[in-house]
């Protein structure tokens, strides 16, 4: 399954009456809160196999699917290497 099928599949769990658009700031939208974002970050990691190192946890990493997307291509293009 695609990357951006995985991430949306997860935040719908929680968000499931809006309608997110790949650049759509759920954060802005009041969505999260802290005890979210570490689920979020924690679901990357197991969803994807990589790790979010401390230099990862900017939210605008976090802020859209595009950017989660954007992340996990990173991450996994490194640790192709």
Do not use: Y
Request: without cysteine; glycine residues 4%.
């Amino acid at each position: 399954m695609e990357i951006r099928t995985k991430v949306l599949a997860f935040l719908q769990q929680f968000f499931n009456s809006a309608v997110l658009g790949d650049d759509q700031d759920f954060f802005a939208m009041g969505f999260v809160n802290s005890l979210f974002a570490m689920q979020l970050v924690l679901f990357v990691e197991k969803e994807f196999g990589i790790t979010v190192d401390n230099d990862d946890l900017d939210i605008d990493n976090f802020r859209t699917i595009r950017a989660i997307v954007s992340l996990v291509e990173r991450k996994q293009s490194v640790n192709a290497l």
